[in-house]
């Protein structure tokens, strides 16, 4: 069992920063891919950023260079470092990773549960 526990969501006025960690736990022989999406009621989730094993990071064209993701893969975790948050930030922010177990040759995805982020005007 692959369990993902996401921290660090909370309300912040415009301008303010926030960090959210997701440690991940399980019996885990491969890490892949870690990320963070967000996810507005109405909306259909998008993707943030991602870090990919080998270190390669994407981010969402509307981070601008205000959030930075980096993770520990021997802690098994990701992090989420923002700043300069604006109220179209708000949401909640999942973790994703993709995880290989066991004799498997293929990872498979797994979601947190989310945190909310809220950011006041």
């Known amino acids: 069992q692959v369990q993902l526990v996401e921290s660090g969501g909370g309300l912040v006025p415009a301008g303010g920063s926030l960090t959210l960690s997701c440690k991940v736990s399980?019996?885990?022989?491969?890490?892949?891919?870690m990320s963070w999406s967000r996810q507005v009621p109405g909306d259909r989730r998008e993707l943030v950023a991602a870090?990919?094993?080998?270190?390669?990071?994407n981010t969402a064209d509307f981070v601008r260079g205000r959030f930075t993701i980096s993770r520990d893969t021997v802690n098994k975790s990701v992090r989420l470092q923002m700043s300069a948050l604006e109220p179209e930030d708000s949401g909640v922010y999942y973790c994703?990773?993709?995880?290989?177990?066991?004799?498997?040759?293929?990872?498979?995805?797994?979601w947190g549960q989310g945190t909310q982020v809220t950011v006041s005007s």
């Open positions: 994703h990773v993709k995880v290989r177990q066991g004799a498997a040759l293929s990872y498979r995805s797994y």
């Open positions: 399980g019996r885990i022989v491969s890490l892949g891919t």
């Open positions: 870090v990919a094993q080998e270190g390669t990071i």
